[in-house]
């Protein structure tokens, strides 16, 4: 139990020192102050990721392929269902029931 609430404050006092320098630092600074050497970049277009699963579904859903996903209601388009439906649910309220219904066909 000490060991998470330690790790929480630990993420606290981080997030407030970024949030404090964000004004005055710049970008590499940041950077290097938020520890983001330690990312995961994708080889084929450099993006980085946190997680290495992160970047492993970067590479097999994302990566060099073409959007899937077309929004009907406005020019939205994305590679992931997921994020097709969170956008629908988000933005076009009024056809969120008529989307789910399709979505799991």
């Known amino acids: ?3 998470k609430s ?10 407030s020192l970024f ?3 964000s004004n ?10 938020m520890g983001t050497h330690n ?3 994708c080889k084929k277009c450099g993006r980085a990721y946190k997680r ?5 579904n970067h590479s097999r859903w994302e990566c060099g ?6 929004c009907a209601y406005c020019p939205y388009k994305g590679k992931q269902k ?7 649910m988000a933005k076009h309220k009024e056809h969120k029931a008529e989307v789910l219904s399709n979505s799991y066909k």
């Open 52 to 56: 290495k699963s992160s970047l492993y």
């Open 19 to 21: 949030f404090q320098a």
């Open 65 to 70: 392929k073409e959007p899937q996903f077309k």
């Open 82 to 88: 997921i994020h097709f439906i969170m956008h629908v």
């Open 1 to 3: 139990m000490q060991i």
């Open 6 to 15: 330690t790790a929480k404050q630990l993420r606290k006092f981080r997030r």
């Open 24 to 33: 005055s630092l710049t970008l590499d600074q940041l950077k290097a102050m």
């Open 39 to 41: 990312l995961f970049a």
